[in-house]
């Protein structure tokens, strides 16, 4: 981001950005790059020039932030693993996360033992135990898990500046809502077998407490990514989302992605790959792999709220839909109406949304159970969005429906769409 009243220039007198972009879809070539002074960088579709292109920009392996407000934010003091978060949030619910049996053992640090995590989480724990601030608090009732795809620490300077140059004050002067939380620290983010995560295996360890393969959903590290084969019980990642649901709480999936994609897939399916989000593959010798929005109906028949986009996983081409996109599923399946006809066999009061009307109409009090897909793939950038419920709404509608239960409740919310942004070079 730039002020245009207080630039600088380069050696070819060009002003250039004081955050940009090392890789991506704009990348110089063999031209004199652009002067970014010249281009309006608060249109929608505006794309900043990196200095290598490819045809997405990639991830990096930095550390990203972490913010932390209420009871028991006091966990996330010091620099910490991402795999913490998952074992935090049990522990501060009082659900204790399943003892994963692992029959090889080391005396090194082996990152793909999902007891690994588990033994560091509880030295955090025991030292908390100690201290007059675990004496002193109660337990939190609600815990809301707000996930920013790919906003890095980078991006978090980004967004700041450009609120602060929309505002017309200087960068220092303004912070966003979360700066202002008592407790941030930083997150380590590597996976089992790479050292630059992505979506997938990194949901997989915030959800489950476990470091999974890279391109997987829901699995411990003692697999690889990506052929289809039958998956052991250890294999699989038990998420803190269901732990909690089995235990009472109410429990709610926000995303703008598609509900399948890898964040929120996490939170209820066990995929050895991570694009098995319709119909999956079948192996050589005949066994079929889930896919991840089959997966929610048996996984997460439970979960209370889950509303994003995605809808075509669920339908196939030939299906009667209110999207004008042919459905995705082969294997005629309407798993909509499927998951209607099971809510009302288990005599639920649910609701089925998929426009921002029947979103906008449906009296929140009256429902237990709700599934809202608002677009065929991913919903809208908020720039762009068309017609279509915002985040912002879609949590407090969630919040509604869970905090009826006098238990409590755990909600994901996804800002998902961070990612592709980033990926587009599309900052803002």
């Not at 002074?37 to 932030?65: C, G, I």
């Not at 030292?127 to 815990?143: A, D, G, H, M, V």
């Not at 599923?329 to 005599?347: A, C, F, V, Y």
Request: hydrophobic share 35%.
């Amino acid at each position: 981001m730039i002020r245009l009243k207080d630039l600088s220039t380069g050696d070819d007198n060009k002003s250039y950005l004081i955050s940009s972009y090392f890789n991506g879809p704009r990348g110089i070539l063999d031209a004199p790059r652009s002067d970014p002074a010249t281009e309006d960088r608060f249109a929608s579709n505006y794309t900043a020039e990196s200095l290598v292109r490819l045809s997405f920009s990639t991830h990096s392996a930095e550390d990203v932030p972490i913010y932390a407000n209420g009871p028991y934010s006091e966990l996330f003091h010091s620099s910490l693993d991402n795999t913490f978060i998952a074992h935090a949030t049990m522990y501060s619910l009082s659900v204790i996360l399943s003892q994963y049996k692992i029959e090889c053992k080391s005396s090194l640090l082996d990152v793909t033992d999902p007891e690994t995590w588990k033994k560091l989480a509880d030295e955090r724990f025991n030292k908390f135990e100690q201290s007059l601030t675990y004496l002193l608090l109660k337990r939190p009732k609600n815990i809301i898990l707000f996930i920013g795809d790919g906003m890095s620490l980078s991006t978090v300077t980004g967004a700041r500046y450009l609120k602060a140059e929309k505002m017309d004050v200087l960068g220092g002067d303004v912070q966003l809502e979360w700066e202002n939380w008592p407790v941030a620290s930083l997150v380590r983010t590597f996976n089992s077998d790479r050292l630059t995560t992505e979506s997938g295996s990194a949901a997989t360890a915030f959800m489950s407490g476990v470091k999974g393969p890279d391109g997987t959903v829901g699995i411990t590290g003692t697999v690889k990514c990506c052929e289809c084969t039958e998956l052991k019980e250890v294999e699989r990642a038990k998420s803190s989302l269901m732990y909690a649901s089995k235990a009472g709480f109410s429990t709610g999936i926000v995303t703008t992605t598609r509900v399948t994609h890898a964040t929120p897939a996490a939170a209820y399916a066990n995929m050895l790959h991570r694009d098995w989000e319709s119909v999956g593959p079948s192996n050589k010798r005949g066994f079929h792999c889930v896919d991840a929005a089959a997966q929610l109906l048996t996984n997460a028949s439970h979960v209370n709220v889950i509303m994003g986009g995605g809808a075509a996983e669920f339908y196939g081409p030939s299906d009667n839909t209110t999207f004008t996109m042919k459905g995705k599923r082969s294997d005629s399946r309407n798993l909509l109406q499927e998951w209607k006809d099971m809510q009302t066999e288990m005599n639920r009061k649910h609701v089925l949304l998929h426009t921002n009307d029947e979103f906008k109409r449906t009296d929140w009090s009256s429902v237990d159970y709700v599934l809202g897909l608002f677009a065929p793939s991913h919903l809208a950038y908020q720039l762009e969005n068309q017609d279509q419920p915002s985040l912002a709404e879609m949590t407090e509608a969630a919040i509604k429906v869970l905090s009826r239960n006098p238990k409590g409740f755990l909600l994901l919310v996804e800002g998902g769409r961070i990612d592709h942004g980033n990926h587009e070079n599309r900052a803002q």
